[in-house]
C-alpha cells in the first residue's frame, strides 16, 4: 500500500480490475512489474475455483475469484500470447469467473468483452454452457441486466442459437426475455422474427405473464426488424383491437424520444397510411390533446404519434406519399389537417424529381416537332402510348397493315394470328418509330422482349431509355413493361394485377407499366373459332368504348405505392373479305 493511501483508495483499488491503474503498478519498477505478471500467470494455473459455485452464487463474489478474474485481465494486457499458452484445462475452469464478472464501466465492459473473445475462442462449447448457466442464475435472481456486451466479439452461430433456445424457454425473466430478443432482432438472427410470429399468431393468450410476453415480443419485433414486421404487425392490429391498444401506448412514448431508426421510418408509405387510419379510429384526434402539460403523458405521446406520420409523409418526396395522403383525404375527409400537408407532399416530390434540361435539349425540342423529351418513366409511358396509337392508324389507313395480325379462311372469314405475332409486331413497330423520333435529353431507346419460357407465357416487351455517359456507357436508365395479350385470352380481366403489377413489376427497379389489350371482336371473325367465342363470353355485349374504359379504370386502380400503370385497347377489327 502506498504511503498515505485513504481508506477510499484501498477500496477503489479492491474493485478495480485493471491493476495497471492502480498506484501500486505506477510505482512499480519493470522488473517489479515483470513479476507481477508472472504471479498473475501462476495464480490461473495453481488457483482452484468452485465452478458451480461462482455461478449458483450470482456471480464472483470469493475476493480469490476476483483476484483470479484481476490476473487474467492483466496478463491478456501485458502478455497476450502468454496468456493464449494457457493450457485449456486452466482456460476452461476460469470461463465462469470471466463470464459472470460483476458489470462495471464501459471499460471494464470492453476489457471483459476481450476476455470473453479470448476463451470461445479456445474453449467455444465450455463458454456457451457457462453463459448459458449464467442467464439461468440471473432470471432466477433479481438482476435482470444482461451482459450483452460479452458476446460483442466473438458472436457466431452456435451462440446464436443458444441465445434463440433461451428466448424460446417460457420461464425467462420478461426483463432478461426483453433484452436478449431486442439483440436476436439487432444481429439479424431469422430464427427470431419466426419466433415472434409464432407469439402473435391469433387469438393470443389471455394469460396475464404470456400476454405481457407477447407485447414485449410485438414491440421488440416493431422497433428492431428490419421491414418493422408490419406483415405480421398491421392483421394484429385489426384481428386483437384491445391487445394492440396497451401495445401502441407502450411504444408511443419511445417514439416521441425518438429511437433510431424509429419504426415508422422503416414503414412503406401505403403502410404509413395504414397506420394512421387505424391510429385515427382507435386513438381519435381531439381537443383535448394540447391540454396535457405532461411532455410524455400517453395522449401526448399518442397524439404525436398519430400527426407525425403526416409530416412524415409530406417529407418523403415521393409520388406513393402523395397517393396515400390523398388516399387519407378521401378515407378522413373531417379530418381538414391531412389536407394542408398534401400541397406541401408534392412541392416537396417535385423538388427531389425535378432536374435542370440542356438548353440544346430545349432548343432541339422547339425546332423539331417529332422530338420528345423523355426524363422520366411517365413520359416515356407516354411517349410508348402515342407511338402504338401511330401503329393503330397504319392498321387501317389507305394501305392498311391489319393483314399482318389475320389469317383468312376459307368462305372469305378470317382468325387472329396467335398472341405472340402481335407482340412481335408491336417490337418491331416500337424498334423502327421510337428510334426515329428523337426521344431527346441525350437518350437513347432500347426494345427487347421479356425473358423467355414456355409458350405463349412471357409476351412483355421491355422499353428502356438510356442516358449515355462516357466511352458510351450507360449512365441512367429509364423503363417501361408492355405487356401483351389478345382479348380472347383467359386471363386478359385479371393479368394487368396478377401478372403485370404482381409479377413483372413487383420487386422491381421499374416501376412503369403498360398494358396492352388486341381487340379482334368483329364479324369478320369466323363464328366457330373458340377464341371468338371465349371473348364473347368474357366480355358480353360490351363496345370497344366500354372496354376501354373497363381497362383504364383497372388500370388507375392498380396505380399506387409507386406503380404506374396505364392501358391501351388496341383496334384489330378486320373487315370483311370482298365476294
Known sequence: MTVGATDGDR??????????????????????????????????????????????????????????????????????????????????????????????????????????????????????????????????????????FLWSECWDNPLASMLTDKVRDPSLKLPLFSALLNELFERSVIEARAFTASLLDVPLPTNEILRERTRIAAVSLLMKDADAGWDIIGPLLVAEVEFSRNFVLSIAARVWTAETPAFPDRLSESQLAEFFLWLSQHFPASHEDDRFEEKHSSRRDIAHLRESRLQQLAERGTVAAVDALNLLARELPHQVEIGSYRPRAERVMLEKTWTAHDPGHLRKLILDRKARLVDSGEQLLDMIIESLGRYEARLHDETPAIFMLWGRQAGGHYRPKEEDRLSDALKLHLEADLKGRGIIANREVEIHMGP???????????????????????????????????????????????????????????????????????????????????????????????????FDLQAKDLSKDGVTIKALVLDIRQQKARG
Not at 491503474?21 to 500467470?41: E, H, K, L, Q, Y
Not at 464478472?101 to 479456445?122: C, D, I, K, N, T
Open 11 to 148: 477500496a477503489d483499488v479492491f474493485w478495480q480490475t485493471d491493476l495497471t491503474a492502480t498506484p501500486g503498478w505506477r510505482d512499480a519498477n519493470a522488473n517489479t512489474c515483470s513479476r507481477i505478471v508472472d504471479c498473475a500467470f501462476q495464480n490461473l494455473k495453481d488457483r482452484h475455483v468452485m465452478v458451480g459455485q461462482v455461478i449458483s452464487e450470482g456471480g464472483v463474489h470469493r475476493d480469490i475469484d476476483r483476484a483470479g478474474y484481476k490476473a487474467s485481465r492483466l496478463l491478456l494486457q501485458q502478455e497476450p500470447n502468454r496468456f493464449r499458452s494457457l493450457d485449456l484445462t486452466v482456460v476452461r475452469k476460469w470461463i465462469p469467473v470471466i463470464v459472470s464478472h460483476l458489470l462495471g464501466s464501459p471499460s471494464e465492459q470492453q476489457a471483459q468483452a476481450r476476455l470473453a473473445s479470448e476463451v470461445y475462442l479456445a474453449a467455444p462449447d465450455d463458454f456457451v454452457v457457462r453463459l448459458s448457466e449464467w442467464i439461468d442464475e440471473l432470471s432466477r435472481g433479481e438482476f435482470f441486466v444482461l451482459p450483452i
Open 452 to 550: 423467355g419460357g414456355k409458350s405463349g407465357e412471357y409476351t412483355d416487351i421491355h422499353v428502356d431509355a438510356i442516358v449515355g455517359g462516357p466511352h458510351a456507357r450507360p449512365m441512367g436508365r429509364i423503363s417501361v413493361i408492355v405487356e401483351v395479350k389478345g382479348c380472347w385470352n383467359r386471363g386478359v380481366r385479371q393479368s394487368m394485377e396478377t401478372q403485370l403489377r404482381n409479377r413483372y413489376l413487383k420487386d422491381n427497379s421499374c416501376c412503369h407499366g403498360l398494358y396492352v389489350v388486341g381487340w379482334y371482336l368483329c364479324d369478320a371473325w369466323d363464328e366457330e373459332h373458340g377464341p371468338k367465342i371465349e371473348t364473347q363470353r368474357g366480355f358480353t355485349d360490351m363496345t370497344l368504348d366500354q372496354v376501354r374504359e373497363l
